[in-house]
Structures are given as C-alpha cells and as structure tokens.
C-alpha cells in the first residue's frame, strides 16, 4: 500500500518559479520509477516529467525542457519538480505517480498540488 502527497503548489506570478513536492509513504514491492504529471482546467491529464529509480534515467516535456528539473532524494522517500520561468500555461493540478517494477503504467497516484501562475 503506497500513499503519494505532494505539496508546495500556490499562486506565482509569471516568470517566477516554485518545486514541487511528493512524499511517498507506504510500501510497494519495488519500484521503478516515479513521475509529475498536471491536468489543466478542460484539457487531459498530460505527463511532465519522470525519473526512474535505480538508474536515474529522467525524461521531460518538450515544453518544460530547459525549465524544469526532476529530482529525487531516496533517504526521504520524496520527488521533486523544480519549474522556472513560469506562465499561465503552467497552471494547473500537478500530481505526482509512481511505477512498480514490472508494470507498464502509474498505478499509484497523489492528491495533488494546485499550481496557478497569473500575468
């Protein structure tokens, strides 16, 4: 049973830049890796960022490339999403996700964490 929370989301203005926080707490077998995703108001849920466990082998958006950077720190169980230069295309709920090794897909996910960047 695994449980994600991620905090430090909140109102930014443009330009400006926040991290991300997602705390793990539980146990899985073994994981693979984790992820950041974010869902815009009326758009699908999209992937952002992700990193694997083991290996460290990190992926990002094409649009956060040069932004954003995913980290992780294994004693805290806890990943990270820094995000500079921030725009109102930005905002949105961001969650954090988890892969266990074998599987394909997300299975575990966070509440997460409102990110709004105004003008």
């Known amino acids: 049973q695994v449980q994600l929370a991620e905090s430090g989301g909140g109102l930014v203005q443009s330009g400006g830049s926040l991290r991300l926080s997602c705390e793990v707490s539980g146990r899985t077998y073994e994981r693979y890796g984790m992820a950041w995703f974010r869902q815009a108001p009326g758009k699908e849920r999209e992937f952002v960022a992700s990193?694997?466990?083991?290996?460290?082998?990190?992926y990002y958006k094409d649009s956060v490339k040069g932004r954003a950077s995913i980290s992780k720190d294994n004693a805290k169980d806890t990943v990270y999403l820094q995000i500079d230069s921030l725009t109102p295309e930005d905002t949105a709920v961001y969650y954090c996700?988890?892969?266990?090794?074998?599987?394909?897909?997300?299975?575990?996910w966070g509440q997460g964490t409102q990110v709004t960047v105004s003008s």
């Open positions: 996700a988890e892969m266990e090794l074998g599987r394909t897909s997300y299975e575990y």
């Open positions: 990193i694997s466990w083991k290996e460290g082998r990190i």
